[in-house]
């Protein structure tokens, strides 16, 4: 994990004892199956290559028929999969546990948390691995060879890199570390070898902001096509941090500097490549108080996960639900609706045109993060002590929705732990539906509970 805005549901690792890797379970009608694996065997080798995770053999066995060597109890057995299609179908491998990282980034938004969060978040992984299969940043600090030969081999692409600075000494000031080889060789290793890299940049004013912001994005972009974009974030302080004078919060000034700067650089981006190449995270503009971009400007949305173009998006995706709605009484005449702070004064205009739409009414109830601090201001990272407290100090009944982003997929829980019954039990609310975006609000109005698949539709 990297800082606040990082994926907060990362997946459950597993201890993996013993080497090679585990059958979880495999079918019996499977390909697998019908060469004899069983659950509890340790593959230790596929076609002569040794492996120690799911993703080894995936790539060892995904072309033809795959002879595994394979420990079970104490003995070594041979087992051949003919060749077919989907040969490794109906068979549970374990899940890797991830490489912890070895720096110790200043901003680092673990250290930041209070206690009682979700175990999870606690892990500070730093893995290529979790940066190619969910999109997890790294800063490949402390990559060895290794680990690049087998990026190239196995084309682990896309990577997300955490840059932060191309300025070695400013990289090592915010790593907190000095990383084991200079990132740009590494980079460039990869990127020769055509993995594609997307950057992020945590931007902590006055260490790499300014004209150190500048030299890391034409660096970068002089690295087009295969980096495909950079983006840079505030960095996010908690109210449990330790004291450390090197770091200040994003202001609306600094914000409105770093916006103008990213602009400059955007513009001449597009006219010599075609592409504005660096993108600002959405709690800039709300921050300054700046108009949203258009669609457009975000070109192919590559970073929505980073937070760079989820409000234009959900604006838009809000505009063509609303087209949507038909003529009819909705099932739900009144849901409140939860939203980060930062994010309420643009929702309520919305809600405000869905009223007349659709009959339904609207409350919004913004709420301040008192779990991590107010200087956080993100729906993702709202706890669900916050929400039940500004619901039940709002007076709300009945339905209310909170935004799905506050809530671990895997886990079901928000960040300080809590269940959404709890959280709805604790704020008097009959019914607590999470939301994944504008479609399933006006879903929810139409069909009276929260759409299949999501986390919703949680009585108290
Ligand atoms: S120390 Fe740095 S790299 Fe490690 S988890 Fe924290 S922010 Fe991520």
């Not at 300014?210 to 960095?235: S, Y």
């Amino acid at each position: 994990m990297q800082n606040a805005r990082d994926r907060l549901s990362g997946p459950a690792a597993k201890n993996g004892e013993g080497p090679g890797v585990l059958v979880e379970s495999v079918s019996s009608s499977s390909r697998a199956g019908k060469a004899g694996f069983r659950p509890g065997d340790r593959i230790l080798e596929v076609n002569g290559r040794e492996v120690e995770d799911h993703l080894d053999v995936r790539f060892h066995a995904a072309l033809g028929d795959w002879e595994a060597l394979v420990k079970r109890g104490e003995e070594r057995i041979r087992l051949v999969v003919p060749e077919g299609p989907d040969s490794l179908g109906g068979l549970e491998l374990e899940e890797f546990r991830p490489r912890l990282c070895g720096n110790r980034c200043i901003f680092c938004f673990v250290d930041q948390l209070p206690p009682g969060v979700r175990p999870s978040l606690l892990v500070k992984d730093e893995d290529v691995r979790l940066s190619f299969l969910h999109g997890n940043y790294t800063t490949l600090s402390t990559i060895r060879e290794r680990e690049i030969e087998r990026i190239l081999e196995q084309r682990l692409s896309p990577l997300y890199v955490s840059v932060h600075a191309v300025d070695e000494d400013v990289r090592a000031l915010l790593l907190g570390v000095r990383p084991r080889r200079p990132l740009l060789p590494v980079l460039d290793r990869l990127l020769e070898g055509k993995i594609e890299v997307w950057g992020q940049v945590v931007l902590c004013p006055g260490i790499n902001d300014g004209a150190v912001l500048e030299e890391t994005a034409r660096v970068l972009a002089g690295r087009r096509p295969g980096f495909l974009g950079l983006a840079v974030v505030p960095v996010g302080l908690s109210d449990h941090r330790r004291p450390d004078e090197r770091l200040r919060p994003v202001t609306p000034e600094i914000a409105r500097d770093v916006l103008d700067g990213i602009d400059r650089l955007q513009r001449e981006f597009l006219v010599e490549t075609g592409t504005r190449f660096v993108f600002a995270a959405d709690e800039f503009h709300l921050l300054a108080g700046r108009p949203i971009p258009s669609t457009d400007e975000y070109e192919e949305f590559g970073m929505l996960e980073d937070g760079v173009g989820m409000v234009r998006d959900f604006l838009d995706r809000f505009e063509e639900a609303l087209g949507e709605w038909e003529e009819g009484p909705p099932a739900i005449r009144e849901l409140t609706v939860v939203s980060g702070a930062l994010f309420a004064p643009l929702l309520a205009p919305l809600l405000r045109r869905a009223e007349e739409a659709t009959g339904a009414r609207f409350r919004l109830v913004p709420v301040k993060n008192a779990f991590l601090g107010a200087g956080i201001t993100v729906a993702g990272l709202l706890a669900g002590r916050d929400l039940a407290e500004a619901l039940a100090g709002a007076g709300a009944r009945g339905h209310a929705a909170v935004p799905a982003e506050a809530i671990s997929r895997s886990a079901g829980l928000f960040l300080d732990d809590w269940t959404i019954e709890k959280t709805a039990e604790k704020a008097g609310v009959e019914r607590l539906h999470t939301l994944h975006g504008p479609e399933d609000l006006f879903r929810l109005l139409r069909e009276g509970r929260s759409p299949e698949g999501g986390a919703g539709d949680y009585p108290s």
